[in-house]
C-alpha cells in the first residue's frame, strides 16, 4: 500500500528530468542531502521521493517539509517494509515519471549524497554532447574509486562498472535495459547489460556528487564502501581527510578478517 502526497498547485503534464529520491531512515544523511539539493539549480525537473516504509519519524518528517523553489515534489510512503527494496521503489517513482509526467530523462540520487549546485545540468550537458556520438548512454556524477575507468577524457570518464548512487539516462534506454533488470542488484544486472550491448557508461570529471554513507545495506567492514576523491565540492584538506579515513577503514577491515578467520580456525 502506497500513501502518495501531490504538491498543494497544479503540476504540468511533461518535464525534461525526473529524479527520484529513494529513502529509508538515516535522517541524518537525508537531512544533508536535502540541504545539498535545495542549493542546486533545477530546470525543468520533477521529483518523486519514495520512503521505504521508515520507522523513525524524524525521517518521515524531512521528506513532508522538503520543497523547492518551482520544482513540483510528490511523495510517496510505502507502509510495508519487505527487505532491501530500493530497485521497487526506484520502479515506483520511474513509472510514475516516465508514464503520467513524460519526462524525457530520468535519473536517480540515493539519499546519502551530496549535489554540487549544477550537478544535474553538468549530467545532462555531456548525456547530450555524447548521444549522437556514442548511442545508448549512462550518465553519472559520482566516480568511485572501486569501480575502474576505461578510458579518460578533459571532461567525463567511460567506466567499467558504476553503482547505483546515481544513474541517467533516456526513456528508451529505461524500457530496454533498465526496467528490465530492476532486481536485487539491479545496478549489477544494468552494468551487465550494458556490457552485453556494448553501451558506454560515463561518469562527469570531476565528481558532481559525493557519497556520504559508511554503512548501509552493501556498504559494512566485510565490503567497504565507495568514496569520490574529486568531488568538486571538497576542498584539498577535506579530499586528504577522505583519503585517510578510507586507508584507514581498509586497515580496519583487514583486521576484522583475519579476527573472524582465527574465530573459525578454533
Given amino acids: ?25 538515516r535522517p541524518h544523511y537525508v537531512a544533508k542531502c536535502f540541504k545539498s539539493l ?4 533545477l530546470d ?3 521529483i518523486v521521493i519514495v520512503d521505504d516504509a521508515s520507522d523513525m519519524e524524524e525521517t518521515i518528517s524531512l521528506i513532508k517539509d522538503f520543497s523547492m523553489p ?15 527494496a530500493v530497485h521497487q521503489s526506484l520502479q515506483v517513482g ?14 536517480n540520487l540515493d539519499s546519502d549524497s551530496l549535489v554540487t549546485n549544477n550537478w ?6 555531456i548525456y547530450k554532447i555524447q548521444r549522437p ?15 575502474s575507468v576505461l578510458k579518460e577524457y578533459d571532461d567525463y570518464r567511460i567506466k567499467k562498472s558504476i553503482g547505483g548512487l546515481n544513474m541517467f539516462f533516456d526513456l528508451q534506454l529505461y524500457e530496454k535495459i533498465i526496467r528490465p533488470n530492476l532486481v536485487l542488484c539491479w545496478d549489477d544486472e544494468v552494468v551487465k547489460a550494458m556490457q552485453q550491448f556494448k553501451y558506454p557508461i560515463l561518469c562527469t570529471k570531476p565528481s558532481v556528487i559525493q557519497h556520504l554513507g559508511k554503512m548501509g545495506h552493501w556498504s559494512n567492514m566485510e565490503s567497504g564502501y ?28 583487514l583486521l576484522y578478517r583475519m579476527l573472524l578467520q582465527n574465530n573459525s580456525d578454533k
Avoid at 120 to 125: E, K, P, Q, T, Y
Avoid at 133 to 147: C, D, N, Q, W
Wanted: proline share 4%; net charge positive; aromatic share 12%.
Fill in 70 to 84: 518551482n520544482v513540483p515534489v510528490i511523495k510517496i510512503f510505502k507502509k510495508e517494509r519487505k527487505g532491501f
Fill in 1 to 25: 500500500m502506497l500513501e502518495i502526497i501531490y504538491p498543494n498547485y497544479p503540476i504540468q503534464t511533461s518535464y525534461e528530468i525526473g529524479l527520484v529520491i529513494t529513502t529509508f531512515n
Fill in 44 to 46: 525543468n525537473v520533477i
Fill in 38 to 41: 535545495q542549493n542546486s539549480v
Fill in 120 to 125: 544535474l545540468n553538468r549530467l545532462l550537458a
Fill in 226 to 253: 565507495d568514496i569520490a576523491f574529486d568531488f568538486e565540492g571538497d576542498t584539498a584538506s577535506r579530499r586528504l581527510a577522505l583519503w585517510i579515513d578510507l586507508h584507514l577503514y581498509r586497515r580496519l577491515k
Fill in 94 to 107: 520511474w513509472d510514475l515519471l516516465s508514464e503520467k509526467y513524460h519526462c524525457d530523462y530520468l535519473c
Fill in 133 to 147: 556520438k556514442r548511442g545508448p548512454l549512462i550518465v553519472t556524477g559520482f566516480h568511485a574509486h572501486s569501480h
